[in-house]
């Protein structure tokens, strides 16, 4: 069952009725001030760090659901609703939302009038502005009382949802014309304060909750709007909020626009007050002014399509698939760029109020987002190579807004030094800009310690090799991609963190997995020394690498799939003679794209286990047998009841692994039907059993060990997005840029007969057409480059600003 459908031209996912599954969400801005919106207009803002600088407040896990967000309540006669149904949910006689790139639109039509509202937060300046048209479709002329309500957070949301005894006298509001400033705090250590402003002067105001709602109101009828109407409310302490109320006379066929803002602003501390007790407005009031035109409006529309056509544009496919070609070249992009915004900070299941940015997280994202930013790529690794302690290990965590390291969480998780390789490397692949390993990039965050990032790519290496266990397989530390395979843990009391109590340095417990990456980032390391003439050390670390590959094919080989893990007391982790857990998707996947077994057939003989064992019509699950009962050897990984997360769910991020490592035996039937299982846009009709957004990928779907398999959790934030972008863009398209060169590898269906890519890479654009007449599933038998015949199929970087045409045939 679907709930709306995709507006392709408009690159838009259209939402036909309020009642979804779950509230679908998008996400407002793409520099420093973020709002998270769902279909109903509920959802919240906040300035660059979404625990520290919330602006309005959001309560999750609430019931009803969705509760806050950004408030129209239109009365009309005895008749009180909102364009977007919530939270007065009264029956619309028309209903859509429409969740564009970076804006979303929705419309509501309730007795004659229709209500549009469009949202976005402008190019370039921190607020988030609202539109509302309102028109009179009816015969008779409408006397309408229209009241915008937002409910405010007292900045530090772990704060403003604990503290009470003092957030409840610290409230501040001032009014001032159609604006309500907010500066709770203000008088003492910030310097920065939120505002609520309206294109024109509203007909009353509220500022106090209890004012607007009743002291025993709620926002599905408030006091104001249901009854005597606002009543010029200061809030002094307990919750302030920004009311209005506007009273508009709509002739038959008439119609009238407002405009709503919610802006942030930062005044130098000596510039604070424009008298004792009264904020100075002069930055606020030229933001104001900005928007004060009503073609600024969609001059800021325009300015933001502008900018998502170029990001776009730098991979864009035409396949003839249309639900291939949504994803590729809108929803999985704009996915990667949310996750570089936000990683795992906020979604409408990451509180933010918890993580930071992850060291491994991010370097991951970095794979879905360098091609279209990739000066902020780069920016990103010089931060998060800073994170690196001296040894080479690393911080797990870092906050954005110090970019400083999480003391809490601290390190020993074995596999984030090399994915520091991982992304490092796409970025060389994408750019060609070898400057960025001589910068000086901080250890430890301290300058002292600074070294070029050179060094720090070859410390992750080095830490690696170093870090071996009884097998010579690589120690996993507290633990590597799989936070939940905590084997050095052994925690027995509830509430303990499961990756940070206990001995993390175990010497014993090993991780094929990891063995795995130090073999693909291992050979990475080494091109990039080859490139750069370190020969002698290229050839020691090659030798290294080759090491691993034997341990992995010996230590690390079941029979008939490659084991997970050695545990503490060094027994075998995803084997046939474990209990339960006996094989787990991850060492599949990462030991063959590293290429591990493929010419001595254990490669293949993996990939047929997991299509055996571990497909299923929703996806591939993380492990079978699921653990049925707590293990203390293991951890949170049998914490979780059978089929979700870890414990056997469909996680996602390692479904794409398999996509990459079935392109490498060349398998493309199957690479592109294991794509598609879990392509948003492919199961956008089970929407009724998936249940997440049909737009974007989730963390985890249920597995079939789960009572509601096919269920999906954790939209949104996920390394899926960059992997799944990575499979089908480089894997399966087979367009993959490369240190000296973009290689046309194309990993088909044989049923498909060719496609076009269109991508910019160093400043020139390939179009590259691929011929697949000959119904093939990989390989190139002959390329042209602007129609000069070009033997085997990697393309040499064309000047910039040149528009080069590649035909490719497959055969
Ligand atoms: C989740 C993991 C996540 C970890 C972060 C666990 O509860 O299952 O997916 O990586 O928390 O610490
Ligand atoms: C989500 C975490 O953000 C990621 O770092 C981890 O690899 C996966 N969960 C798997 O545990």
């Given at each position: 069952?679907q709930?709306?459908?995709?507006?392709?031209?408009?690159?838009?996912?259209?939402?036909?009725?309020?009642r979804?599954?779950?509230?679908w969400?998008n996400?407002?801005?793409?520099?420093?001030?973020f709002t998270?919106?769902?279909?109903?207009?509920?959802?919240y803002?906040?300035?660059?760090?979404?625990?520290?600088?919330r602006?309005?407040?959001?309560?999750?896990?609430?019931s009803p659901?969705?509760?806050?967000?950004?408030?129209?309540y239109?009365?009309?006669?005895?008749?009180?609703?909102?364009?977007?149904?919530?939270?007065?949910?009264?029956?619309?006689?028309?209903?859509?939302?429409?969740?564009?790139?970076g804006?979303s639109?929705?419309?509501g039509?309730?007795?004659?009038?229709?209500a549009?509202?469009?949202?976005?937060?402008p190019?370039?300046?921190?607020c988030?502005?609202?539109?509302?048209?309102?028109?009179?479709?009816?015969?008779?002329?409408k006397?309408l009382?229209?009241?915008?309500?937002?409910?405010?957070?007292?900045?530090?949301?772990m704060d403003?949802?604990?503290?009470?005894?003092?957030?409840?006298?610290?409230?501040?509001?001032?009014?001032?014309?159609?604006?309500?400033y907010?500066?709770?705090?203000?008088?003492?250590?910030?310097?920065?304060?939120?505002?609520?402003w309206?294109?024109?002067?509203?007909?009353?105001?509220?500022?106090?909750r209890?004012?607007?709602?009743?002291?025993?109101?709620?926002?599905?009828?408030?006091?104001?709007?249901?009854?005597?109407?606002c009543?010029?409310?200061i809030?002094?302490?307990?919750?302030?909020?920004?009311?209005?109320?506007?009273?508009?006379?709509?002739?038959?066929?008439?119609?009238?626009?407002?405009?709503?803002?919610?802006?942030?602003?930062e005044?130098?501390?000596?510039?604070?007050?424009?008298?004792?007790?009264?904020?100075?407005?002069?930055?606020?009031?030229?933001?104001m002014?900005?928007?004060?035109?009503?073609?600024?409006?969609?001059?800021?529309?325009?300015a933001?399509r502008?900018?998502?056509?170029?990001?776009l544009s730098?991979?864009?496919?035409c396949?003839?698939?249309?639900k291939?070609?949504?994803?590729?070249?809108?929803?999985?992009?704009?996915?990667?760029?949310?996750?570089?915004?936000?990683?795992?900070s906020?979604?409408?299941?990451?509180s933010?109020?918890?993580?930071?940015?992850?060291?491994?997280?991010?370097?991951?994202?970095?794979l879905?987002f360098?091609?279209?930013?990739?000066?902020r790529?780069r920016?990103?690794?010089?931060?998060?190579?800073?994170?690196?302690?001296?040894?080479?290990?690393?911080?797990h965590q870092y906050?954005?807004?110090?970019?400083?390291?999480?003391?809490a969480?601290?390190?020993?998780?074995?596999?984030?030094?090399l994915?520091?390789?991982?992304?490092?490397?796409?970025?060389?692949?994408?750019?060609?800009?070898?400057?960025?390993?001589?910068?000086?990039?901080?250890?430890?965050?301290?300058p002292?310690?600074a070294?070029?990032l050179?060094?720090?790519?070859?410390?992750?290496?080095?830490?690696?090799?170093?870090?071996?266990?009884?097998h010579?397989?690589?120690?996993?530390?507290?633990?590597?991609?799989?936070?939940?395979?905590?084997?050095n843990?052994?925690?027995?009391?509830?509430?303990?963190?499961?990756?940070?109590?206990?001995?993390?340095?175990?010497?014993v417990?090993e991780?094929?997995?990891?063995?795995?990456?130090?073999?693909?980032?291992?050979?990475a390391?080494?091109?990039?020394?080859?490139?750069?003439?370190?020969?002698?050390?290229a050839?020691?670390?090659?030798?290294?690498?080759?090491?691993?590959?034997?341990?992995?094919?010996?230590?690390?080989?079941?029979?008939?799939?490659?084991r997970r893990a050695?545990?503490?007391?060094?027994?075998?982790?995803g084997?046939?003679?474990?209990?339960?857990?006996?094989?787990?998707?991850?060492?599949?996947?990462?030991?063959?794209?590293?290429?591990?077994?493929?010419?001595?057939?254990?490669?293949?003989?993996?990939?047929?286990?997991v299509e055996?064992?571990?497909?299923?019509?929703?996806?591939?699950v993380?492990?079978?047998?699921?653990?049925?009962?707590?293990r203390?050897e293991?951890?949170?990984?049998?914490?979780?009841?059978?089929g979700?997360?870890?414990?056997?769910g469909?996680f996602?991020?390692?479904?794409?692994?398999?996509?990459?490592?079935?392109?490498?035996l060349?398998?493309?039937?199957?690479?592109?039907?294991?794509?598609?299982?879990?392509?948003?846009?492919?199961?956008?009709?089970?929407?009724?059993?998936?249940?997440?957004?049909?737009y974007?990928?989730?963390?985890?779907?249920?597995g079939?060990?789960?009572p509601?398999?096919?269920?999906?959790k954790?939209?949104w934030l996920?390394?899926?997005a960059?992997?799944?972008?990575?499979?089908i863009?480089?894997?399966i398209?087979g367009?993959k840029?490369?240190?000296?060169?973009?290689?046309?590898n194309?990993?088909?269906?044989?049923?498909?007969?060719?496609f076009?890519v269109?991508?910019?890479?160093?400043?020139?654009?390939?179009?590259?057409?691929?011929?697949?007449?000959a119904?093939?599933?990989?390989?190139?038998?002959?390329?042209?480059?602007?129609?000069?015949?070009?033997?085997?199929?990697?393309?040499?970087p064309?000047?910039?600003?040149s528009?080069?045409?590649?035909?490719?045939?497959?055969?």
């Amino acid at each position: 069952m679907q709930y709306g459908y995709f507006d392709d031209a408009r690159r838009e996912y259209v939402i036909t009725t309020p009642r979804t599954p779950l509230p679908w969400i998008n996400y407002l801005g793409s520099e420093a001030f973020f709002t998270l919106l769902s279909n109903t207009a509920g959802g919240y803002s906040f300035y660059k760090d979404a625990r520290l600088r919330r602006i309005t407040r959001y309560r999750y896990n609430a019931s009803p659901l969705d509760g806050e967000g950004f408030r129209v309540y239109i009365r009309d006669g005895e008749t009180v609703w909102n364009p977007g149904w919530q939270p007065v949910q009264t029956e619309l006689d028309r209903y859509q939302c429409r969740h564009g790139l970076g804006y979303s639109v929705l419309e509501g039509a309730k007795n004659g009038v229709t209500a549009t509202q469009e949202l976005l937060v402008p190019n370039g300046d921190d607020c988030l502005l609202t539109r509302l048209t309102l028109r009179n479709d009816s015969s008779g002329t409408k006397r309408l009382e229209v009241f915008p309500y937002i409910e405010i957070c007292l900045w530090d949301t772990m704060d403003d949802s604990s503290n009470f005894q003092r957030n409840f006298s610290t409230g501040e509001v001032e009014v001032c014309g159609a604006a309500v400033y907010h500066k709770t705090e203000y008088r003492e250590r910030r310097d920065h304060f939120a505002f609520f402003w309206a294109d024109r002067e509203p007909d009353g105001f509220d500022t106090a909750r209890e004012a607007f709602l009743g002291v025993y109101g709620s926002p599905a009828r408030p006091r104001a709007v249901f009854g005597g109407g606002c009543t010029g409310s200061i809030a002094h302490g307990w919750q302030p909020v920004a009311a209005q109320q506007h009273t508009l006379l709509l002739p038959p066929g008439g119609s009238v626009r407002l405009l709503f803002g919610l802006g942030y602003i930062e005044n130098p501390r000596e510039e604070k007050w424009e008298r004792p007790g009264v904020v100075n407005k002069t930055r606020a009031e030229a933001m104001m002014a900005r928007y004060a035109d009503p073609a600024a409006f969609d001059a800021a529309m325009d300015a933001l399509r502008a900018r998502w056509d170029g990001l776009l544009s730098a991979y864009q496919l035409c396949s003839g698939e249309e639900k291939l070609d949504r994803m590729v070249n809108i929803w999985n992009q704009y996915q990667c760029m949310v996750t570089f915004n936000m990683s795992r900070s906020a979604s409408y299941f990451e509180s933010g109020m918890g993580r930071g940015m992850g060291f491994r997280d991010s370097c991951q994202d970095l794979l879905g987002f360098v091609h279209m930013i990739p000066e902020r790529a780069r920016e990103r690794i010089l931060d998060i190579a800073a994170t690196q302690f001296p040894d080479g290990s690393a911080y797990h965590q870092y906050q954005p807004l110090t970019k400083k390291g999480n003391l809490a969480v601290g390190s020993g998780f074995n596999d984030d030094p090399l994915w520091l390789i991982a992304g490092t490397d796409a970025y060389l692949r994408e750019t060609g800009d070898w400057s960025i390993l001589d910068e000086r990039v901080d250890f430890d965050n301290d300058p002292a310690l600074a070294r070029p990032l050179l060094e720090h790519l070859r410390r992750s290496f080095d830490y690696t090799r170093t870090h071996l266990g009884p097998h010579g397989l690589p120690l996993i530390g507290r633990a590597d991609w799989n936070d939940c395979l905590n084997l050095n843990c052994f925690s027995e009391h509830p509430g303990e963190s499961f990756q940070t109590t206990g001995p993390s340095e175990g010497p014993v417990a090993e991780s094929v997995f990891i063995g795995g990456m130090f073999v693909q980032y291992g050979r990475a390391w080494v091109d990039i020394l080859r490139h750069l003439a370190l020969e002698a050390e290229a050839d020691a670390a090659q030798r290294d690498v080759d090491a691993m590959v034997q341990t992995v094919l010996s230590a690390g080989w079941d029979g008939a799939w490659f084991r997970r893990a050695y545990d503490a007391e060094g027994r075998v982790v995803g084997g046939a003679a474990c209990e339960e857990g006996q094989i787990f998707i991850e060492p599949q996947g990462m030991c063959v794209m590293a290429g591990i077994g493929v010419e001595t057939g254990e490669a293949a003989a993996a990939l047929k286990s997991v299509e055996e064992r571990l497909d299923t019509k929703y996806g591939i699950v993380l492990l079978q047998p699921a653990y049925t009962r707590y293990r203390l050897e293991l951890g949170e990984i049998s914490s979780y009841p059978p089929g979700y997360k870890e414990n056997a769910g469909i996680f996602c991020h390692n479904n794409p692994w398999i996509v990459c490592a079935e392109a490498e035996l060349g398998h493309g039937d199957r690479a592109f039907a294991v794509y598609r299982r879990t392509a948003p846009a492919y199961i956008e009709d089970i929407s009724d059993i998936h249940r997440t957004e049909p737009y974007v990928y989730s963390q985890m779907i249920a597995g079939r060990d789960a009572p509601s398999f096919g269920e999906a959790k954790n939209s949104w934030l996920t390394g899926t997005a960059a992997w799944t972008f990575l499979s089908i863009s480089q894997a399966i398209l087979g367009v993959k840029p490369e240190l000296d060169g973009l290689r046309i590898n194309p990993c088909i269906p044989g049923k498909c007969r060719g496609f076009t890519v269109t991508r910019r890479w160093r400043g020139a654009t390939y179009r590259i057409h691929v011929d697949n007449t000959a119904g093939a599933e990989h390989g190139v038998v002959s390329l042209t480059v602007d129609g000069a015949a070009v033997p085997g199929n990697l393309i040499p970087p064309a000047a910039p600003g040149s528009t080069v045409e590649v035909e490719a045939v497959m055969g």
